[in-house]
């Protein structure tokens, strides 16, 4: 799409902080009005549809695209996404451990530990944790305890979440980096560890290289997301 407006600028109304393209209100796909929570989030959004050239390319603006989803999809429909995300408790990625080698399995226990300590803390839990990938079933009180803080989250927040939890494949780890306090690059790196294994043994060509830094550009978007709306 071609570039049609002049300038962006973040303007307060009723429903939140709106964003204006020479004086214009900005929409979703949905035609809502592009209201956002905060004025950080706001500014942010505004200065990625400053940065556009000559045309304007939606793949460069991560934050309207969260606040987009956050408004047209997951708001209408907040109870059963935050359930959808939930879900990954069932299995998440820090109670499946490698069977080997031993090299393999101290990195996962040092990494993966102090989070599930944290998460057995911070909503009064408990996790069984195994080796290989054989399904373990997670105790009831901890999937429903882990649901409701789930639920509890506004629909911008579940955005930047849902892609914390995917990419990741860790609801532990995505709530580590939206209220934990967690430093972010260690939570991805500690989510990456199988992958870096695999690596060191047996190289890594190109697309692979490629895949893993546009996860971990998105995984840092995300978690700027979710910080720039809770702040």
Known sequence: MKRFYEDAAVVAG?????????GRPVRTPARAALALPT?????????EWRAQG???????MP???L????IDQIAPHSGSFAAGISRYAESDLLCYRAEGPAELVAR???SWDPLLDWAMARYDVAFRVT????????PARTLER???AVAAFDPFTLAGLSTLVTLSGSLVCGLAVVEGGHDADLIWTAAEIDEAWEVEQWGEDKEAAARSARRRHEFAMARAFCEMTRA
Do not use: K, W
């Open 14 to 22: 009723e429903s939140g902080f709106e964003i204006r393209l020479d």
């Open 67 to 70: 606040a987009n989803g956050a």
């Open 146 to 148: 882990l649901a409701a």
């Open 108 to 110: 996962e226990a040092a």
């Open 63 to 65: 934050f309207t695209g």
């Open 54 to 60: 000559e045309t304007v390319d939606p793949r460069s």
């Open 131 to 138: 080796q290989g990938v054989v399904p373990v079933a997670q």
């Open 39 to 47: 004025q950080g989030l706001a500014e942010a959004i505004a200065e």
